[in-house]
């Protein structure tokens, strides 16, 4: 049988663990700061060892409490994806999306819980692909890629802009020379199969076309290649919106004075129809509002390591 922790303090503790706050910890999820302590601390004891570093001034999670946050948040993931799909068994009629899996499991399900609290009555059923846009063969009512441009004979709107930027795990930072590009000669390079901007576009754009890395980790997907990074396997060039919250958190790190390069858009989609669904202009207008506020976030971020937005 396996041996379980209180799930709820697993899930208290992955959002406290998310804002490295308490306080923040208890807005989302609705309930006191004292309630957020008394789970935290009832997973310590069940775990039996400390998952936070508590003084009067700071937060700050633990080597245990970093390492098991991964885990956690990959399971945690895992386990709502499963349940959105046994949901799509339901005979009751929903709102179909359909989604690149990274997006999804790192942007797009941490932020579904808002909608579904404001909107209960619409039934939110997921999917995932990075194959092009077919509704008619597919079947699915709102459809998010990434692109140059909106998809033609569709409405789109823009939700979050796909700015690539170099980030690695926080323990590669204490290796000598990861400062400057020319730096990655000494170190693994992940890579993955759909990426839309290359390492070796990456450094021609900054002038080190000469450079080569000491060895490459390539992933079929991004999702593979972005673990493999939080396990400070090398380094890899990610959308920064995907990796915002870990870098703020101190799991990852953007180790170069470089700004990210701005690529495409990810847009949500749907076709023209004689009479569109009420519930798919309200997710759209929910998208585009939790898009704006990641964008604040980055534009925030930016500025201050002093690049401009």
């Known amino acids: 049988m396996r041996k379980l922790p209180p799930m709820n303090a697993v899930r208290v503790f992955e959002v406290a663990a998310r804002h490295v706050n308490f306080t923040k910890a208890a807005e989302e999820l609705h309930v006191t700061h004292g309630a957020v302590s008394?789970?935290?601390?009832?997973?310590?004891?069940?775990l039996g060892v400390p998952l936070f570093l508590r003084s009067a001034s700071q937060l700050a999670l633990t080597e245990a409490g970093r390492d098991y946050l991964e885990q956690v948040t990959m399971g945690l993931d895992l386990i709502a994806v499963a349940s959105m799909q046994a949901r799509q068994r339901s005979a009751r009629a929903g709102l179909r999306i359909n989604a690149p899996p990274t997006f999804m499991m790192r942007w797009l399900i941490p932020r579904l819980s808002r909608f579904q609290r404001r909107r209960p009555e619409i039934d939110v059923r997921l999917t995932t692909s990075i194959a092009p846009v077919n509704f008619q063969e597919h079947g699915y009512d709102l459809a998010i890629r990434s692109a140059y441009a909106p998809l033609p004979n569709c409405n789109s709107i823009p939700v979050v802009s796909e700015m690539v930027v170099p980030v690695c795990h926080v323990d590669l930072l204490e290796w000598p020379g990861l400062e400057r590009p020319e730096d990655l000669a000494r170190h693994t390079l992940l890579s993955y199969a759909t990426e839309s901007y290359s390492w070796s576009e990456w450094l021609h754009g900054v002038g080190c076309n000469h450079v080569?890395?000491?060895?490459?980790?390539?992933?079929?997907?991004?999702?593979?290649?972005?673990q493999a990074t939080m396990e400070g396997l090398g380094v890899m060039l990610v959308p920064l919106f995907l990796v915002i919250d870990d870098i703020i958190a101190g799991r990852l790190a953007v180790p170069l004075d470089t700004p990210p390069i701005k690529r495409r858009t990810y847009y949500a989609s749907h076709p023209h129809l004689p009479a569109e669904s009420r519930a798919v202009r309200t997710f759209c207008d929910w998208l585009a509002g939790e898009g704006a506020d990641t964008e604040q976030s980055l534009a925030a971020w930016m500025r201050s390591r002093g690049w401009s937005t």
């Open 38 to 46: 008394r789970q935290v601390a009832l997973l310590e004891a069940w």
């Open 212 to 226: 080569r890395p000491a060895s490459i980790l390539s992933f079929e997907q991004m999702y593979f290649s972005l």
